[in-house]
Each structure stands twice: as structure tokens, then as C-alpha cells.
């Protein structure tokens, strides 16, 4: 894992290093794209990369999945809420101006979760309900689909858009 993450780290220097630059746009969606495929499920792209989802969910149990580490605030499930949320908001809502993938029909009802909003505001007692009752294959489906949107989002975007700021209305 840890030539994963030094080269992570090193894709993430050049992804920076490429932004900076308009005119080598179809080198900062590749890279972007690779990145992404690093964090999400090697199901997602046609480039089988390594994949650090992948690692976490390999061989976990799913009682691991849901407990809070003492000393700790969230759980893996958790964590996966909310990343996934975080994403599916910024991606659809703010870059690609379209619903969330969480508005698509049955999304809330095969998770088993009641709640919208991307976790921020909960409380232990939240956390721990969204753990003990999240539906742990749907989420990751759910997790992968929001993955396969920004990644047609991303497709769609044009050089002068990576400069563009988001408007705060």
C-alpha cells in the first residue's frame, strides 16, 4: 500500500502542476480521471487501476464496517456516507448544475436511510444510527454510481470551466 500512496501522491503534484496550465487540459482530465478511479471502486473505470475502496472493502466484515473505533467519531459506513454524499452534491449540483444521483427514485429506500444531507451536522448518536442501519452493498452501489456521474461530468467539461468559480447563490 505504500507505492500506492507514494504514487498517489505523486499523481496528485502532477494533477496540481497540470490545473495551473489551460492549454494542457486533456492531460488535467486524465489525471484527474486516474485519481479518481484510485478512491472509487475499480468498477467504475475501464482502467482496472488499484484502488484504495477496493483495499478497505477486501475481506472487512461488515460489523467492522459499522463500528465506531473507540476514540474515534465515525465508521467505515460512515465515512462512505458521507464521501459519497459530499460528491454527489459538488459533482451534480455545483459542477455539472443536474440532480444528485441520490434523487434518482429508490436511492434513500435500498440504503435503508432516512436522511438527505451529507453528515456533517450529526451527532454521535446519528453516526451510530446510520452505521447500524445503512445497507452496506447498496451504499457502495450507490457510492459507485455517483462515481460514474462525475466522471461524465467531467468528460463534458470544457478548459475554460477548471478556472470558473462556483456561484455562492
Request: charge should be negative.
Amino acid at each position: 500500500m505504500n507505492s500506492q500512496r507514494k504514487f498517489w501522491n505523486e499523481q496528485q503534484q502532477a494533477l496540481r502542476q497540470v490545473l495551473l496550465h489551460t492549454d494542457h487540459f486533456s492531460n488535467a482530465i486524465e489525471l484527474f480521471l486516474a485519481q479518481h478511479a484510485m478512491v472509487h471502486s475499480g468498477r467504475i473505470s475501464p482502467a482496472a487501476l488499484w484502488s484504495f475502496e477496493d483495499e478497505i472493502w477486501q475481506g472487512l466484515p461488515e460489523t467492522v464496517a459499522r463500528q465506531i473505533p473507540q476514540g474515534d467519531e465515525h465508521s467505515i459506513a460512515w465515512v462512505f456516507w458521507h464521501i459519497a454524499r459530499i460528491e454527489d452534491v459538488t459533482m451534480n449540483l455545483l459542477v455539472g448544475g443536474c440532480p444528485q444521483v441520490l434523487d434518482q427514485p429508490g436511492w434513500l429506500e435500498r440504503m435503508q436511510v432516512a436522511i438527505r444531507h451529507t453528515g456533517n451536522s450529526m451527532d454521535a448518536a446519528g453516526i451510530s444510527d446510520l452505521s447500524a442501519s445503512v445497507d452496506l452493498k447498496a451504499l457502495r452501489a450507490y457510492r459507485r454510481a455517483v462515481g460514474r456521474r462525475t466522471r461524465e461530468i467531467v468528460h463534458h467539461l470544457h478548459p475554460e470551466e477548471l478556472k470558473q468559480k462556483v456561484d455562492p447563490v
